[in-house]
């Protein structure tokens, strides 16, 4: 059996079904085996970035290992995007690529890269095969490694005379066990019952740890009122009457106002992005932390922790469970002041009543959240439509919600949706991006034609970058620079070249029946929904600011009239 | 840089152990550099694939967050910190 032979068995033995890949000169002796092996199925996209981000979206849409092939120099640094994405959001993944021969390396040969070199920074681990003994122990401890603690990619970098060389080496690697959790759960617990304002902030480490129901069992039981990282969103679920939404930079109003407000915060699965804090000197400025996490590095990393927990979220989850059933939580004044936030500071998406009048944003996404079946995948890409779907659509578990939280990866939605519904075959999925990430990735129109794949794509297109147009408008004077995307193509007819059918809406009348038509039709569609290129998110808080300053459109209305008074 | 700010910066020994692997040093040295320290000394030998690495390094942030940083790191075995000194601009390499 050669290299490349070892590493279809480990993927047999790993029960691992589906990856993603693009071949070339050096990664051939693979795709060579892959002729021979029936069972493990290769999915070709149309670019290497594409592959690490349809393995990303197939990892987490189905908490399995992510997989992604190619081949050396411009193959493998093609990747680097979509791998650097799953690093910042530990999502597990085993990144495979082909190498010049062991000979040439050092040469500048063609299609020689340094990846082992260049990529450093944004895996797990990453190994560089020598021989084709050391590969099957490689391959054993990459694939543990990816998907245990903290998850994260793995590179192995494999030089084409490796993938040919043959051996008998048998697998050998043996994993270390984890540290045992530090005995602070006690103190955690009854730093919980002191409290009086105490505030549940989950984040992607929940469903990173398949600690879904634990989590939800947890948030039962304790009935604290919560709040959720873009992550994390979807944690408790689309009926918790405990939620706040989520918070930070574009979270709501009542889920900043209570961060503000409490006494102490019961930190899981998060790691206080800045996104998410803001400016962390106006950050929760009161309260104590408990901080849960299965990476210790991230302690004290951003903010001191009081007390902090690395262990497996499930397993602590169930000791709070059990210890917060015996004696519950006596907070009802703070529960009865958090619901009334509740009612007045979450997301409200006001539906348009004149028919004619433009589509919004966040009534368009409302509107989907009522249509669209319960067990629908949305896979987003970056920018406003990103955070009107984290502000309005309500997700009733975390897999359903793919987002680019950490690297913010334009082009990440349509690969991820190809990805997820690999993963779920019987699902809905649905790509919601915006005219400038689906540019980004377009060229995997065709693998979605391809493979037949039932996936909807929604284009809320303003005709310009949204976000940044945004942040030029509130913060840079209204200096509008480079955002201008007017020239788009036709995307109904861009749809259409891929054999793709298509629609346009751009009225309020039509926005029901648009998403209706996609969701029945019977195979892959795209609607292109054409939005106001003024329209914002709403709230914000200025990028280094504090989320106590947060500006909402009302706020910001009344501080124009003023200045034009004056 | 200036001698003043160096002055004020401090400087800590580590020592480390970790499998010699390929690209061993230069994870290790990224990791430093990206979470806001400056190699000033470094020395290495190397036994029965494991490397035994010295550093001398500066920064201003805490060096637990680093020390939680490199210990999560694979191929390290080992991470010691002696008690931190305020460096001397002399020092810098």
């Given amino acids: 059996m050669n290299g490349a032979q070892h590493i279809l068995q480990a993927f047999h033995h790993h029960n691992i079904e589906t990856v993603f890949g693009y071949p070339g000169g050096c990664i051939m002796p693979l795709y060579d085996a892959l002729v021979d092996d029936v069972s493990v199925e290769h999915v070709l996209c149309r670019h290497e970035q594409g592959c690490a981000l349809a393995a990303d979206g197939y990892a987490r849409a189905s908490g399995k290992l992510g997989v992604c092939i190619a081949t050396s120099g411009p193959g493998a640094t093609n990747l680097i995007t979509g791998v650097a994405n799953a690093y910042q959001d530990s999502i597990p993944m085993l990144v495979i690529t082909g190498q010049v021969p062991s000979a040439l390396i050092g040469t500048d040969a063609f299609q020689e890269t340094d990846v082992l070199g260049m990529t450093l920074g944004i895996v797990k681990h990453s190994y560089l095969a020598e021989s084709a003994d050391e590969l099957p122990g490689i391959l054993e401890e990459a694939i543990e490694l990816a998907q245990s603690g903290r998850p994260g990619p793995v590179w192995i970098d494999i030089p084409k005379d490796v993938l040919l060389a043959e051996t008998s080496a048998a697998p050998a690697y043996a994993p270390a066990q984890p540290k045992a959790t530090r005995p602070e759960l006690t103190c955690a617990i009854a730093m919980l019952r002191d409290a009086r304002k105490p505030l549940l902030y989950s984040g992607g480490g929940i469903s990173l740890a398949h600690a879904e129901d634990s989590f939800r069992e947890f948030a039962k039981c304790s009935e604290l009122p919560a709040v959720v990282t873009l992550k994390g969103i979807g944690n408790a679920g689309k009926h918790s009457a405990h939620n706040l939404g989520m918070l930070g930079m574009h979270g709501s109003r009542a889920a900043n106002r209570a961060v503000d407000e409490c006494d102490l915060l019961l930190v899981i699965g998060a790691r206080m992005d800045d996104r998410a804090t803001g400016k962390l000197d106006g950050f929760a400025p009161n309260a104590k932390t408990i901080h849960i996490d299965a990476d210790a590095s991230e302690f004290n990393k951003l903010r001191n922790a009081d007390i902090a927990i690395r262990g497996d979220l499930n397993t602590i989850l169930k000791e709070l469970t059990q210890a917060i059933r015996d004696t519950p939580l006596a907070i009802n004044d703070w529960r009865k002041q958090c619901q009334t936030w509740r009612t007045t500071g979450g997301f409200q998406a006001a539906d348009n009543e004149e028919p004619l009048a433009p589509i919004t944003g966040p009534a368009f996404i409302s509107q989907l959240s009522r249509t669209a079946p319960d067990d629908t995948i949305i896979a987003c890409d970056v920018g406003q439509h990103q955070m009107w779907v984290a502000q309005h659509y309500q997700f009733d578990r975390p897999r359903h919600h793919l987002t680019s939280g950490g690297l913010g990866t334009m082009g990440f939605g349509l690969p991820a949706a190809i990805g997820a519904q690999f993963a779920n075959r019987n699902s809905t999925v649905i790509n919601v991006t915006g005219d400038g990430s689906f540019m980004m990735n377009a060229q995997e129109l065709a693998t979605i034609r391809r493979y037949n794949l039932p996936v909807k794509l929604i284009i809320m297109d303003n005709q310009c970058l949204g976000m940044v147009r945004q942040q030029q408008e509130l913060f840079y004077n209204n200096r509008e620079s480079h955002i201008n995307l007017d020239d788009n193509p036709d995307f109904v007819a861009m749809a259409r070249a891929f054999d793709i059918p298509a629609l346009k809406i751009d009225r309020t009348d039509q926005v029901r029946r648009g998403i209706e038509t996609i969701l029945a039709y019977n195979g892959p569609m795209l609607l292109h929904v054409a939005i106001a290129r003024e329209e914002n998110v709403w709230p914000i808080v200025k990028p280094g600011g504090s989320n106590k300053e947060m500006i909402d459109e009302t706020r910001r209305t009344a501080a124009d009239k003023k200045e034009k008074i004056a | ?93």
């Fill in chain 2, 1 to 93: 840089m200036t001698t003043e700010s160096n002055c004020e910066t401090p400087s800590y020994d580590i020592t480390c152990r970790m499998s010699h692997e390929a690209a061993a040093l230069e994870r290790l040295c990224q990791v430093v550099r990206v979470r806001g320290f400056r190699i000033a000394q470094m020395a290495v030998d190397s036994a029965d694939g494991t490397l035994n690495i010295a550093l001398t390094i500066q920064g201003k942030r805490p060096v637990a967050m680093l020390q939680s940083q490199l210990e999560k790191l694979h191929t390290v075995a080992e991470v010691k910190f002696a008690a931190p000194v305020v460096a001397a601009a002399s020092r810098i390499a």
